[in-house]
Structures are given as C-alpha cells and as structure tokens.
C-alpha cells in the first residue's frame, strides 16, 4: 500500500506560482512512478503530469507543458508540482496519484485526498 498527503494548494492571482508536495509513505517509494492529476467542477478527472521513480524522465499534459515542472526528492518521500503563469482555467482539486509503471492518464493504483487551487483573474 501507498499513502498519499498532498498540500501546498491555495488561492492565487492570474499569473501567479504554486508549489504543491505530496509526501508518501508505505510501500518503497523510489519504485513507484508518481503523477499529479486534476478535477475542476463540473469536468472529469484529467492528467496534468507524471514522473518516474528515479526521476530521469516527466511527461506533462499539453496544457500544462512549459509552465508546470513536476520533481521529485526520494530522500524525502515527496513529489513536487511547480506550477507558473497560472491561469483561471487550472482552478481544480488537485491529487497525488501512484501506480507501479508510469500513467499517462488517470488510471493511477493509488490515491491522495486532494488539494484545492484556485486561480483569481
């Protein structure tokens, strides 16, 4: 088993950054790919970005591509998602999500409780 506890969301300005973490627990942490996904009212669950379990490779979502950087710190337990020039349309619930080989998608094994962004314009 996985535990996943995200934080870092909150609100902010149009333009504006966010650092959200995810720290984990249970199972071996460095195998696990790790990957953030995201829920706004009204719309289905979305893949915003994933990472491997060294972190030598990331992918990210077209419209999160060069403004978000996910990383992680297996020293620590905790993945990161940077999120820069935010825009009102990445207001969402925001999860933590890990699986044992990388998700592109939202079918992720495990799951956090989710952390709220909001973006003002």
């Known amino acids: 088993q996985v535990q996943l506890v995200e934080s870092g969301g909150g609100l902010v300005q149009a333009g504006g950054s966010l650092r959200l973490s995810c720290a984990a627990s249970?199972?071996?942490?460095?195998?696990?790919?790790m990957g953030w996904c995201r829920q706004a009212p009204g719309k289905e669950r979305e893949f915003v970005a994933a990472?491997?379990?060294?972190?030598?490779?990331?992918y990210y979502a077209d419209s999160v591509k060069g403004r978000f950087t996910i990383s992680r710190d297996n020293a620590k337990n905790t993945v990161y998602l940077q999120m820069n020039s935010l825009k009102p349309e990445d207001t969402a619930v925001y999860y933590c999500?890990?699986?044992?080989?990388?998700?592109?998608?939202?079918?992720?094994?495990?799951w956090g409780q989710g952390t709220q962004v909001t973006v003002s314009s």
């Open positions: 999500a890990a699986a044992p080989v990388v998700v592109l998608t939202t079918l992720w094994d495990y």
């Open positions: 249970g199972r071996t942490f460095t195998s696990y790919p």
């Open positions: 990472i491997s379990g060294t972190g030598g490779n990331t």
